[in-house]
Structures are given as C-alpha cells and as structure tokens.
C-alpha cells in the first residue's frame, strides 16, 4: 500500500526558515513523480513542483519558481518542500502527492504551516 | 499555463437526485499518445483530496460507480447519478497535461 507521511504541523515567524519532509513507502520510490499542492485557508488547490527522485528534476510552477526549494532523498524515500525566508502569506495547508496507478492517486495528510509575529 | 474553469461553483442537491460539474480548458488535454489528462478529485471537509476519475473516464479503485467522467478535447463533465450524502465536499477538476498543472476553482456539492 502507497503511504505518503508528512511531517508536523509548524508555527513560525516571518523571515524564518522551514525545511517540511513527505516520507514515502510502499512503492519504488525514485521512479514515480512527486510533487507539492499548496492550499491557502479556504482556498483551492495549487500545483507548487514536481521532482523525479531517481535523478532530482524538478519542474516548478511559475508562480513558486525562485520562492521555494524542493528535493529529494532516495536513501530515505523522501521528499522535502524549503523555504529561506518564510512570509505571512506562506500560511497554508502543503500536500505532497504522487502517483503509481494513474494521475496523482496517493495523498499526503497535509502540514499546516503558520506563519505570524 | 493552461486554464482550467469549473461551473458551477456551488451545487445543493437533494439525496438521490443526479448532479453535474463542468469543466473547461484553455487548451486541448488530448496527448499525443491518445489519453486525455483530464482528472477529478473530491476533498471532503477536513481531508486531503481523493482521486475519484482519471485520464476523462477511467474510475479509481474503490470510487463507487454513481461518479462518471465525460468529455473531450477542451470540455469535460463529472456526473453523480444519484447523489448520496457522503458525497458532500468539494469537487476539483485537475489538466495534467502540460506542467504547471493546474486545477479548476472548485464546486461544493452541499446536500440539501
């Protein structure tokens, strides 16, 4: 069964860094795509980027390109979204997604990120 | 960025009464390779989203056979033949065609 484990839920202050984690299991890892959703509070969906882990190419939405860092270790079949320098409106509920069968069918439970001074 | 447009955004349905949901492209989602990369997903309150239909048609594993996926090229319809009251939430039309992938803005289907 695909598993898809995201890390906490965390508070921080603008201008801080965070570095959230989707630890994957059930499947093989580096060749199937994963990829970010972010959801703004009561907001739709939004693509942020996707990664191959087998060889780390990541494609970015225009809109995050520059704003955000994702990677990928293989070692420990995981997917990291970063930020340097957090803004309030980074406030949102981030989904890591990937997809085994068809689409993105595979679902992280979400990290709720609040940023506020 | 392909632009994906859902009508309409709200939908109060009465429990075994049929619902609809469109959905339009700015670009044509037909691949080269014959599919259609046209997806449906239900975020149900408090939960992350789920796959119900994939490439237009295809049914996911375990989504009750009531969910249909139509369409083509630009123009794509998701069908409830007989809303039950689980199915409350909100219902997202997703292109996978060409990344940024993109989704629609949404439809809540309430119960009435």
């Known amino acids: 069964e695909v598993q898809l484990v995201q890390s906490g839920a965390e508070v921080k202050k603008p201008g801080e860094s965070l570095k959230i984690s989707c630890k994957a299991s059930?499947?093989?890892?580096?060749?199937?795509?994963i990829g970010w959703v972010r959801q703004m509070p009561e907001k739709g969906l939004e693509w942020m980027g996707i990664?191959?882990?087998?060889?780390?190419?990541?494609r970015y939405s225009p809109s995050f390109q520059g704003q955000v860092t994702i990677s990928a270790d293989k070692s420990v079949s995981t997917v990291y979204l970063q930020w340097s320098r957090l803004k309030a409106s980074d406030t949102a509920i981030y989904y890591c997604?990937?997809?085994?069968?068809?689409?993105?069918?595979?679902w992280g439970q979400g990290t709720l990120v609040t940023v506020s001074s | 960025d392909i632009v994906v447009t859902q009508t309409p955004l709200s939908l109060s349905v009465t429990p075994g009464q049929p619902a609809s949901i469109s959905c339009k492209s700015s670009?044509?989602?037909?691949?080269?390779?014959?599919?259609?990369?046209l997806y449906w997903y239900l975020q149900k309150p408090g939960q992350s989203p789920q796959l119900l239909i994939y490439?237009?048609?295809g049914r996911f594993s375990g989504v009750p056979d009531r969910f249909s996926g139509s369409g083509s090229g630009t123009d794509f319809t998701l069908k409830i033949s007989r809303v039950e009251a689980e199915d409350v939430g909100i219902y997202y039309c997703?292109?996978?065609?060409?990344?940024?992938?993109?989704f629609g803005q949404g439809t809540k289907l309430e119960i009435k």
């Open positions: 997604t990937t997809g085994t069968v068809s689409g993105y069918d595979s």
């Open positions: 059930g499947y093989n890892f580096p060749i199937y795509w």
């Open positions: 990664i191959y882990p087998s060889d780390s190419d990541t």
């Open positions: 670009e044509s989602l037909l691949n080269s390779d014959g599919k259609t990369y």
């Open positions: 490439e237009l048609s």
């Open positions: 997703m292109q996978g065609a060409d990344f940024p992938y993109t």
